[in-house]
């Protein structure tokens, strides 16, 4: 891979759009002081993507910029394209030629382009290393960078030799591998500590978590086990209720059917009671009616002693004839009597008991009188009578016949009517009787209803005990219900209250956690598993950035310490060529680890090594004939030339494919000058060089010679000689 091209427009002093084509051996550019020569090679490190503004002689980015002239305005814009060849594939694309381009505006905005598609410096630093092209160290050796190789620390020395020994690529993987090493224990030690932070908290949530736990697992078996009770005793509550209010409904049912049939009854005995004292109707009526005709049937009869005491009178002189008693007619009237005072002594009435037994009284008293006065004698023959008289008293006896056939009807009918009236008492009182039976049933029933109703209240009351017990437990009593809780069959109400006292008590003992707590629980938890895992990410990570560190070393170690022994053999060989012999060696040695000043570029030698100390190479010389090993001590052309066989031994020992040196041949005399060209003509052969030169021995050498003017503040370019 060589340099083909350089494009520059627009940059420092080029204003405008300016070629140099390189041939792949020597390409000399010769001019004046402040044509901008320097410039070229300012181009060349930029587009390869240098960071340092000192590197490239500018304080700010619009520095790079060209500035104007008296004839020329300001340009917005620089732009600079390097074309390489790569048509043997050194660089990993697909491309023959690759061309690298960088722009840079005033706003300070820069752009890389591969092949004109945009990329990042990185891809940019990738494919140059790759190319063993890396715009660092020696492939551009400023005007008086060669004596300052003789200057550098001894660490970066050591970089530029492992640039040249083709192991920067690995340097470079290593110390990105030991960037991450050091970012990684950096978030380690993050983690750790955070982890630290967490435990004792989350050592603190996780108890908290657990108690949760516990709470909820003896929260749960209560909810079980009070669904079963508060199940089991509603439903036995509702039972019961029910039962009540079916009993509650018989017994108003049996209420009003009594209550009917009291009524019924009552009217019933009502008529029946006004049938038995209605006034003239029944044995009273029939009794009045008897002594009524008892009272004509006497005056009758009185009327009917008096025509037989005129008949008497008037058959006087006739012997009368004696005749046996009237006994039937006595037996009639003694019967009579007794009937009368029988029935008063039944009457309760005491006027109308008094008039009936003084009725009956007055009837013994009459026929005693009869008896007395013998007018109850019967004559065997009749005395001649008055028939007027005769006829009177027959008409009164039949009429007396006829009225004491009533009355003795009337009698009958008094003895039917009473035992009548006493049946209807009998039914009367039987009713009465079965009246008061029906009040004291429906009495007993509304006793019943109010032991019902108390039985109701007390199973509401209980009822809305359990309701609220259920609500208090966080329970709807309606989904109890419907939950249709099986109730173990050996359920127990004491058991399972008891069990609940027990769970309950459990419950004050864990206490209440919050909510809060455990969602903090789960988060920092779950920060926590991240942090754990992060933690074992990192350590794993951490070592495998270490095993590959100590591939990397290894193979470093190895491809540098071959190529150290070359390039000290040839340090001193070069050494002894140009100074006509003495002896010239790099030692290697070891430094405690320290942060380098160099301005540096796309390598960071400023990162954290993973080692303590770091390798470094110093320099030893001694000049044919002296004693001095001093470099110090050397003269200015003395180290100049040292520096230049060092270079030449890196030149050879890695051979670039390209190299720039800027006005490195300044100091040489003519003789060193020659000595100088011999050694780049031999080099030339594998290493491309582009030479800044006022030196007439060294542009003798180039295939191609560029000359550099400068015209009113803009540089030019014109070619001297092709090959
Ligand atoms: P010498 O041989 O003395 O080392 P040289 O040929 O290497 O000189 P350079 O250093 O390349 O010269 O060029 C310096 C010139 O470039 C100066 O004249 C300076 O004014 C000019 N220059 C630098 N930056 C800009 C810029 N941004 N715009 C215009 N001109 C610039």
Same mark, same amino acid.
Not at 12 to 29: N, V
Not at 213 to 224: D, I, S, T
Not at 657 to 686: R, Y
């Given at each position: 891979?060589?340099?083909?091209r350089?494009?520059i427009?627009g =940059?420092?002093?080029f204003?405008?759009?300016?070629?140099l084509?390189?041939s792949?051996?020597i390409?000399?550019?010769?001019?004046?002081?402040?044509?901008g020569?320097?410039?070229?090679?300012?181009a060349?490190?930029?587009?390869?993507g240098e960071?340092?503004?000192?590197?490239?002689r500018?304080?700010?980015g619009?520095? $790079?910029?060209?500035s104007?002239s008296?004839?020329?305005?300001?340009?917005?814009k620089? *732009?600079?394209?390097?074309?390489?060849d790569?048509?043997?594939?050194?660089a990993?694309?697909?491309f023959?030629?690759v061309?690298i %381009?960088?722009?840079i505006?005033r706003?300070?905005?820069?752009?890389?382009?591969?092949?004109n598609?945009?990329?990042r410096?990185?891809?940019v630093a990738d494919?140059l290393?790759k190319?063993r092209?890396?715009q660092k160290s020696f492939?551009? @050796?400023?005007?008086?960078?060669?004596?300052?190789?003789?200057?550098?620390?001894?660490?970066e020395?050591?970089?530029?030799?492992e640039?040249?020994?083709?192991v920067r690529e690995y340097?470079v993987?290593?110390e990105?591998a030991?960037?991450k090493i050091?970012?990684?224990k950096d978030?380690l030690g993050?983690?750790v500590?955070l982890?630290?932070?967490i435990a004792p908290?989350?050592?603190?949530?996780?108890?908290q978590?657990?108690k949760?736990?516990?709470?909820?697992?003896v929260?749960?078996?209560l909810?079980?086990i009070?669904?079963?009770?508060?199940?089991?005793?509603?439903?036995?509550?509702?039972?019961?209720k029910?039962?009540?209010?079916r009993k509650?409904?018989?017994?108003r049912?049996e209420?009003f059917r009594? %209550?009917?049939?009291?009524?019924n009854?009552k009217?019933d005995?009502?008529?029946?009671?006004k049938?038995m004292?209605?006034?003239n109707?029944?044995?009273f009526g029939?009794?009045?009616?008897?002594?009524?005709?008892?009272?004509?049937i006497g005056e009758?009869? *009185?009327?009917?002693a008096?025509?037989?005491a005129?008949?008497?009178?008037?058959s006087?002189?006739?012997?009368?004839?004696?005749?046996?008693?009237d006994i039937?007619?006595?037996?009639?009237?003694i019967?009579?009597?007794?009937e009368l005072?029988?029935r008063?002594l039944d009457?309760?009435?005491?006027?109308e008991?008094?008039k !009936?037994l003084s009725e009956?009284?007055?009837m013994?008293d009459?026929l005693?009188s009869?008896?007395?006065?013998?007018k109850?004698?019967k004559?065997?023959?009749?005395p001649?009578i008055?028939?007027?008289?005769?006829e009177?008293k027959?008409?009164l006896e039949?009429?007396?016949?006829?009225l004491? $056939?009533?009355?003795?009807?009337?009698?009958?009918n008094?003895a039917?009517?009473q035992?009548?009236? $006493?049946?209807?008492k009998?039914?009367f009182?039987?009713?009465e009787?079965?009246?008061?039976? @029906?009040?004291d049933?429906?009495?007993k029933?509304?006793?019943?209803l109010?032991d019902l109703?108390?039985?109701?209240?007390k199973?509401s009351?209980?009822?809305?005990d359990?309701?609220?017990?259920?609500?208090d437990s966080?329970?709807?009593?309606?989904?109890i @219900?419907k939950a249709?809780?099986?109730?173990?069959?050996l359920f127990?109400?004491?058991?399972s209250?008891?069990?609940?006292?027990?769970?309950k008590v459990?419950?004050?003992?864990?206490?209440?956690?919050?909510q809060?707590?455990?969602?903090?629980?789960h988060?920092t938890?779950?920060?926590?598993?991240f942090?754990?895992?992060e933690?074992?990410?990192?350590t794993?990570?951490? =070592? %495998?950035?270490?095993?590959?560190?100590?591939?990397?070393?290894e193979? !470093?170690r190895?491809?540098f310490?071959?190529y150290?022994s070359?390039?000290?053999?040839?340090f001193n060989n070069?050494?002894?060529l140009?100074?006509?012999?003495?002896?010239a060696s790099?030692?290697r040695?070891?430094?405690a680890?320290?942060?380098?000043d160099?301005?540096?570029a796309?390598g960071d030698n400023?990162?954290e090594?993973?080692?303590a100390?770091?390798e470094g190479?110093? @320099?030893?010389a001694?000049l044919?004939g002296k004693?001095?090993k001093d470099?110090?001590?050397?003269?200015?052309?003395e *180290?100049?030339?040292t520096?230049?066989a060092?270079?030449?031994?890196i030149?050879?020992s890695?051979?670039p494919?390209?190299?720039?040196?800027d006005e490195?041949?300044?100091?040489?005399?003519?003789?060193?000058?020659?000595?100088f060209g011999?050694i780049l003509?031999?080099?030339?052969?594998k290493?491309?060089?582009i030479?800044?030169?006022?030196?007439r021995?060294?542009m003798?050498?180039a295939? !191609?010679l560029?000359?550099?003017t400068?015209?009113e503040g803009?540089?030019r370019v014109l070619?001297?000689k092709?090959?």
């Amino acid at each position: 891979m060589y340099l083909k091209r350089l494009e520059i427009s627009g =940059f420092k002093s080029f204003a405008q759009k300016t070629i140099l084509d390189f041939s792949g051996g020597i390409t000399a550019i010769v001019g004046p002081n402040g044509c901008g020569k320097s410039n070229i090679v300012d181009a060349i490190k930029w587009v390869m993507g240098e960071q340092s503004m000192k590197s490239v002689r500018g304080k700010k980015g619009e520095d $790079l910029i060209f500035s104007g002239s008296d004839k020329k305005v300001r340009l917005s814009k620089a *732009r600079v394209s390097l074309f390489m060849d790569n048509s043997g594939g050194t660089a990993p694309i697909d491309f023959a030629e690759v061309v690298i %381009s960088r722009n840079i505006f005033r706003a300070g905005e820069n752009e890389y382009h591969i092949n004109n598609s945009k990329v990042r410096l990185k891809d940019v630093a990738d494919i140059l290393v790759k190319a063993r092209m890396a715009q660092k160290s020696f492939s551009i @050796i400023n005007q008086g960078m060669a004596d300052a190789i003789l200057n550098y620390s001894p660490m970066e020395r050591q970089l530029i030799l492992e640039e040249a020994a083709g192991v920067r690529e690995y340097q470079v993987k290593k110390e990105e591998a030991v960037r991450k090493i050091k970012n990684s224990k950096d978030n380690l030690g993050k983690v750790v500590s955070l982890m630290a932070e967490i435990a004792p908290h989350l050592g603190y949530l996780k108890n908290q978590a657990r108690k949760a736990e516990k709470r909820e697992e003896v929260a749960e078996e209560l909810r079980n086990i009070q669904k079963i009770y508060f199940g089991a005793i509603s439903k036995n509550l509702y039972k019961d209720k029910n039962q009540l209010n079916r009993k509650n409904k018989s017994i108003r049912d049996e209420i009003f059917r009594k %209550s009917q049939e009291l009524i019924n009854l009552k009217k019933d005995l009502n008529k029946e009671e006004k049938n038995m004292f209605s006034g003239n109707t029944g044995v009273f009526g029939l009794q009045q009616k008897w002594n009524d005709l008892r009272i004509k049937i006497g005056e009758m009869e *009185r009327v009917a002693a008096k025509i037989e005491a005129k008949m008497e009178f008037i058959s006087a002189a006739r012997e009368p004839q004696i005749l046996p008693v009237d006994i039937d007619y006595i037996k009639t009237r003694i019967s009579q009597s007794l009937e009368l005072l029988k029935r008063a002594l039944d009457l309760q009435e005491v006027d109308e008991k008094n008039k !009936i037994l003084s009725e009956g009284l007055k009837m013994l008293d009459c026929l005693h009188s009869e008896i007395e006065n013998g007018k109850i004698k019967k004559y065997l023959k009749e005395p001649e009578i008055n028939p007027n008289l005769l006829e009177e008293k027959k008409e009164l006896e039949s009429r007396i016949a006829k009225l004491s $056939l009533e009355s003795r009807e009337i009698q009958t009918n008094i003895a039917e009517t009473q035992s009548q009236e $006493l049946k209807e008492k009998a039914k009367f009182f039987e009713m009465e009787r079965r009246v008061k039976a @029906i009040e004291d049933e429906i009495g007993k029933n509304k006793d019943a209803l109010r032991d019902l109703d108390i039985e109701e209240a007390k199973i509401s009351m209980r009822l809305g005990d359990i309701e609220k017990e259920i609500a208090d437990s966080g329970m709807d009593i309606q989904e109890i @219900i419907k939950a249709d809780i099986k109730i173990p069959e050996l359920f127990n109400q004491d058991d399972s209250e008891r069990e609940i006292r027990r769970l309950k008590v459990r419950l004050d003992e864990i206490g209440s956690i919050d909510q809060a707590t455990i969602r903090e629980f789960h988060e920092t938890d779950q920060r926590y598993q991240f942090l754990e895992k992060e933690s074992g990410d990192l350590t794993g990570s951490i =070592f %495998s950035l270490k095993n590959v560190i100590n591939e990397l070393e290894e193979k !470093i170690r190895k491809s540098f310490n071959e190529y150290f022994s070359v390039i000290n053999n040839e340090f001193n060989n070069y050494f002894r060529l140009i100074f006509g012999g003495g002896r010239a060696s790099l030692l290697r040695k070891t430094i405690a680890n320290q942060i380098s000043d160099g301005d540096n570029a796309i390598g960071d030698n400023n990162a954290e090594n993973d080692n303590a100390n770091r390798e470094g190479v110093d @320099i030893s010389a001694m000049l044919p004939g002296k004693k001095i090993k001093d470099l110090s001590l050397f003269s200015g052309g003395e *180290r100049s030339l040292t520096a230049v066989a060092l270079l030449f031994a890196i030149i050879a020992s890695a051979s670039p494919p390209f190299l720039v040196l800027d006005e490195i041949d300044a100091a040489l005399d003519e003789d060193n000058s020659q000595k100088f060209g011999k050694i780049l003509q031999e080099l030339s052969k594998k290493t491309q060089f582009i030479l800044i030169t006022h030196n007439r021995e060294t542009m003798k050498l180039a295939d !191609i010679l560029y000359g550099v003017t400068m015209d009113e503040g803009v540089s030019r370019v014109l070619s001297l000689k092709l090959v």
